[in-house]
């Protein structure tokens, strides 16, 4: 294989699950359902929590799947045509689209239902393991951004312990760190005690929606 060939596959995965991965399907979802420019609604991040407060869970739940099938399509058709490192590149572009989507000036969501796409995809068990954490946090708590972040942060050592393939810890390790940044502002009100649970605001600073 040339190197001219090997570049072209390349870019043409990372372009390829870039794009896919910057489909806003709660922008999409909530124009199409008549409910408006969700950048506008709560907190304006284009994730399944913010749809929630539109009042349409048929919505959230639309985005929810379409945010995390974008990665797991990604992840799966590149891996199928040209192997596991390809498809860990793919997962990942996909991953960074939904952070940074070219159509909305690069203004995206925090990743964590793409991130659940990807590792379903790449590593179920790990992908079901970090699912689990999710829910038993959330279910403790109340809080989607102490849930997200418990489970980002833990997912690595779950894909080690599950002896994924090395391309794959990599990349979860990568979703983790980017998850974790992209809820900066979420952690510094978790540790003042300011994160309000779900459903309710704590003066003007609403919960930020994790996915």
């Not at 974008?70 to 498809?87: H, S, Y």
């Not at 279910?139 to 989607?144: D, E, H, M, N």
Request: proline fraction near 5%; charge should be positive.
């Amino acid at each position: 294989m040339s190197f001219g060939l090997t570049f072209l596959t390349l870019a043409s995965v990372l372009l390829g699950g870039y794009l896919l991965g910057s489909i806003p399907f709660g922008v999409i979802a909530t124009r199409l359902g008549g409910v408006g420019d969700l950048r506008k609604v709560g907190s304006g991040n284009i994730g399944a929590t913010n749809v929630l407060r539109t009042g349409r869970k048929d919505l959230a739940l639309i985005t929810l799947i379409g945010d995390a099938a974008k990665g797991a399509i990604a992840l799966l058709v590149a891996r199928a045509l040209l192997g596991e490192t390809a498809g860990a590149l793919a997962g990942g572009a996909a991953f960074v689209g939904h952070l940074f989507p070219v159509w909305l000036r690069f203004k995206g969501g925090k990743g964590v239902a793409t991130a659940l796409g990807v590792m379903l995809a790449a590593a179920w068990p790990v992908g079901l393991t970090a699912l689990a954490v999710w829910v038993v946090v959330f279910a403790v708590s109340r809080i989607s951004s102490l849930s997200a972040l418990t489970a980002a942060v833990l997912a690595p050592l779950f894909a080690v312990l599950w002896h994924a393939p090395q391309p794959v810890i990599w990349l979860i390790l990568a979703c983790a760190v980017l998850v974790v940044l992209r809820h900066r502002q979420n952690i510094a009100r978790l540790t003042s005690g300011q994160e309000p649970k779900f459903g309710k605001t704590s003066g003007s600073s609403p919960q930020t929606p994790s996915p």
